[in-house]
């Protein structure tokens, strides 16, 4: 039957403490556009306020139907906010509207780029294609960098909030195939550089052989690149599959060398430098040290002392002589 089943159990220890544990779980019509929301809260890593270049920030939307949901985010609480801070955006959605499949997750992307060291909220409304819509009030906090230093860093953002662990304990009837990991968090990767982890497919049957293949099932996975072949295990072996993350600067869809990089990066800071030059107009480090050295080269010479050499008089005929 359709709707919200909830389940209480209560979970006791040997000699220790009992624990009440609600299991809360949601059963749709199989036709209906449906967008799983576990709390309407959500609260953005906190920022340095008056940067130019704040971190790009998530907030993820399940698709717990069997259809696919179409999704628009109401911007006119984000332009309110902007008008009310001098023009300012505060909150920012870079995708707005966009398409999830059933059994998906998708990651909207936001900047926070606070004014001023408090806590900025905002109510947005989301609204679902021929579904319900949902108020989620979103929360982000700037603080003084100058106060606070580097004890409020930029860290990764918790990639799982429903305390799923990383590992299957529980196996399914019938499986065969098993992985050493079944969620990889990469976390914050600097630019120009690469994150990999390990994961291994373990085939667990005695008699039977297992094929497997890598799949990309949404395009944000596109960045995240698998180095293994459609392959298979013999029974009671396993097999390593390298994942990697690319360089996050490049686009993934146009490989470039290292090389190739570091020369388009070197170039672009050039030109900025010289454009820096014409709007600012001022004296480089070398011409600075050039005119310092050639001042300090006119004091030491005025203030050496000198020894000159005078010529002697010429001698002058006395009166008394003939």
């Given at each position: 039957?359709?709707?919200?089943?909830?389940?209480?159990?209560?979970?006791?220890?040997?000699?220790?403490?009992?624990i009440l544990l609600n299991f809360i779980g949601v059963t749709v019509e199989s036709d209906r556009r449906y967008i799983h929301f576990p709390s309407n809260k959500h609260m953005f890593t906190p920022v340095p306020a008056g940067q130019q270049n704040n971190p790009k920030q998530i907030y993820e939307l399940y698709n717990g139907g069997s259809v696919p949901v179409n999704y628009a985010i109401?911007?006119?609480?984000?332009?309110?906010?902007?008008?009310?801070?001098?023009?300012q955006a505060v909150f920012e959605c870079l995708n707005p509207q966009g398409t999830i499949l059933p059994g998906r997750t998708?990651?909207?992307?936001?900047?926070?780029?606070?004014?001023?060291?408090?806590?900025?909220?905002?109510?947005?409304?989301?609204?679902?294609?021929?579904?319900?819509?949902?108020?989620?009030?979103?929360?982000?906090?700037?603080y003084d960098q100058r106060v606070m230093g580097d004890t409020m860093p930029i860290s990764?953002?918790?990639?799982d909030l429903t305390g799923v662990p990383a590992v299957q304990s529980v196996p399914v009837p019938g499986q065969l195939l098993f992985l050493s990991q079944e969620r990889i968090v990469f976390g914050n990767v600097p630019m120009y550089?690469?994150?990999?982890?390990?994961?291994?497919?373990i085939n667990r049957s005695h008699d039977h052989v297992v094929s497997f293949e890598w799949h990309v099932t949404a395009s944000a996975d596109s960045r995240i690149e698998t180095q293994s072949a459609p392959a298979s295990l013999g029974p009671s072996s396993h097999g390593g599959t390298p994942a990697d993350t690319p360089i996050p600067?490049?686009?993934?869809?146009?490989?470039?060398?290292?090389?190739?990089?570091?020369?388009?990066?070197?170039?672009?800071?050039?030109?900025?430098?010289?454009?820096?030059?014409?709007r600012n107009p001022t004296f480089g480090v070398v011409t600075e040290n050039l005119l310092?050295?050639?001042?300090?080269?006119?004091?030491?010479?005025?203030?050496?002392?000198r020894l000159v050499a005078l010529l002697p008089k010429p001698s002058t005929p006395q009166s008394g002589n003939k």
């Open positions: 039957m359709p709707g919200t089943d909830r389940l209480p159990v209560l979970l006791k220890l040997s000699r220790g403490r009992e109401d911007l006119v609480p984000l332009e309110l906010l902007k008008q009310e801070n001098f023009d998708t990651a909207t992307e936001w900047l926070f780029s606070p004014l001023e060291a408090k806590t900025y909220m905002v109510d947005v409304p989301i609204h679902i294609d021929r579904g319900d819509s949902a108020l989620i009030t979103l929360t982000g906090v700037g990764d953002q918790q990639a550089s690469q994150a990999r982890h390990l994961v291994f497919a600067a490049v686009d993934p869809v146009t490989p470039r060398s290292r090389t190739e990089v570091d020369t388009s990066y070197k170039e672009e800071k050039a030109n900025q430098d010289r454009e820096e030059i014409k310092e050295n050639t001042l300090l080269n006119i004091i030491s010479e005025a203030t050496r002392p």
